[in-house]
């Protein structure tokens, strides 16, 4: 594959990087970020809200990455628009044709199954993924970038805010706002080696992680035996090819066992282990 060896040396780059984060954004354990403040010099506390903070560490944690980049010998490009495909972009200095995608991605443990993680979505199989010629959500085109990597960060969530809501604090009060997540990790992975065979969130078209922490962080998901383009060729094609089920009637394909069947594939190149979920 395209500048197999680059890769190689900035995903070890971004992974030791991505090991030096939690010290940098917590200390005993606790997010070190407590709350919005007004021009009245008011504190309120963040609310637990995963969109709202999920936001604030992307914002929190980005001087740190515009350091690393420029260390590595990178600049950063932020997507044009909102929501556009993948939240950093790294271009080598010296050749701007390299270029990785790194998304941030954020999820809670499950507090009835610790081990698990509430799971992240991997980006689209929609059209700039298929077409991987198309400029459409995408600040550049999906083959243009010589690796996909998600920059993950699990957390515990601990405190989802006072019963009575929001209070303002004052200055003199900033050590008493509670934190609202700790314990985190952070780890960097190529997003196909922590895939799952599922859809990531409802109608839209986004791919699923799998759950387990530890498969996660050994990148261990449904395609590791199979190799990228085996990853690729399932996700272009999710919910367009056609199976017949036990029996004997069509049905969409919807898991890679079924993929792997339908191509006359090895069933061996399927890791059941990390397609299982939960509970």
């Not at 809501?165 to 050590?175: F, K, L, N, S």
């Not at 962080?217 to 996700?235: H, P, R, S, T």
Request: glycine share 8%; proline share 4%.
């Amino acid at each position: 594959m395209q500048n197999e060896k680059e890769k190689s040396v900035f995903a070890q780059k971004l992974k030791a990087f991505a090991a030096t984060l939690a010290d940098r954004v917590s200390v005993d354990g606790k997010w070190t970020m407590r709350g919005f403040v007004d021009t009245f010099g008011n504190i309120y506390m963040i609310s637990p809200d995963t969109k709202v903070v999920s936001k604030l560490l992307e914002l929190h944690l980005f001087p740190y990455f515009a350091r690393f980049a420029e260390e590595i010998g990178y600049t950063i490009e932020r997507p044009i628009y909102q929501n556009w495909y993948p939240n950093l972009t790294f271009v080598n200095k010296e050749d701007r044709a390299l270029k990785f995608a790194v998304d941030l991605k954020t999820t809670y443990r499950d507090e009835s199954f610790p081990e698990y993680c509430n799971g992240f979505t991997l980006g689209s199989h929609g059209e700039y993924f298929v077409d991987r010629a198309s400029r459409k959500n995408i600040q550049y085109p999906y083959d243009e970038y010589s690796g996909h990597f998600c920059l993950g960060i699990i957390y515990t969530r601990l405190n989802m805010g006072p019963p009575e809501g929001p209070h303002a604090y004052t200055t003199d009060e900033i050590g008493e706002i509670p934190a609202v997540i700790g314990n985190f990790i952070f780890f960097a992975e190529e997003k196909w080696k922590i895939a799952s065979d599922r859809s990531g969130s409802g109608n839209t078209a986004n791919i699923g992680s799998i759950q387990k922490i530890d498969d996660i962080l050994a990148g261990n998901g449904v395609f590791a035996k199979a190799g990228e383009e085996l990853f690729d060729d399932y996700w272009i094609n999710f919910g367009k090819i056609e199976i017949q089920n036990a029996a004997g009637k069509q049905k969409k394909m919807t898991s890679f066992l079924e993929y792997l069947r339908y191509r006359g594939l090895p069933e061996s190149l399927n890791n059941p282990k990390a397609s299982k979920r939960k509970g």
